[in-house]
T-cell receptor
């Protein structure tokens, strides 16, 4: 069965600094990969997805992610963080033959002024 | 845009009550899901449905049941609420393909069982 690991439970950055949130997956073939963001008191919103093709994927709110097959990773990046980016971020993986994605446990982003 | 609407943002019920959480989506999605979210545990799948009247157990179905009589509506039922079911409940929907597709989530229902 596939699995998803988000190694960092919390990440603290200063406003304006760059950001990288880590996501590692375990699956034999090429998975479908997703990043979601959850603002306080809200549901999850899709930031970006990777299905195939270009391994650098652009998303909403200025985020991007890079699929690295050799490292089984799909890390989320943003060059300059804004205070409104403070939220919970979830990585998810989808595999062939299943409608159900597997979610990581999430990384909580704290932004200092 | 897809809209997934959960009937209540906040709900307070008593132990032993039968509780209904309702979810409606407006994009004709085949798949619908119920998750619960607890601090440190991420999202845990309770039940999902891939078609009307079809349902499959997720990772933590005990104490819950679901109903999908219409394509757009997916209900979660707590047969006899207990305090350990206090949680945030999230509904989601997606199109049905051969692999998991992006999910669209409601804003969640924060349920407290007293």
């Amino acid at each position: 069965a596939q699995s998803v690991t988000q190694p960092d439970i919390h990440i603290t950055v200063s406003e304006g600094a760059s950001l990288e949130l880590r996501c590692n997956y375990s699956y034999g073939a090429t998975p479908y990969l997703f990043w979601y963001v959850q603002s306080p008191g809200q549901g999850l919103q899709l930031l970006l997805k990777y299905f195939s093709g270009d391994t650098l994927v652009q998303g909403i709110k200025g985020f991007e992610a890079e699929f690295k097959r050799s490292q089984s990773s799909f890390n989320l990046r943003k060059p300059s963080v804004h205070w409104s980016d403070a939220a919970e971020y979830f990585c998810a993986v989808g595999v062939g033959g299943s409608y159900i994605p597997t979610f990581g446990r999430g990384t909580s982003l704290i932004v200092h002024p | 845009d897809v809209k997934v609407t959960q009937s209540s943002r906040y709900l307070v019920k008593r132990t032993g009550e039968k509780v209904f959480l309702e979810c409606v989506q407006d994009m004709d999605h085949e798949n619908m899901f119920w998750y619960r979210q607890d601090p440190g545990l991420g999202l845990r799948l309770i039940y999902f449905s891939y078609d009307v009247k079809m349902k499959e157990k997720g990772d933590i179905p005990e104490g819950y049941s679901v109903s999908r009589e219409k394509k757009e509506r997916f209900s979660l039922i707590l047969e006899s609420a207990s305090t350990n079911q206090t949680s945030m409940y999230l509904c989601a929907s997606s199109v049905r393909r051969d692999r998991a597709q992006p999910q669209h989530f409601g804003d969640g229902t924060r349920l407290s069982i007293l």
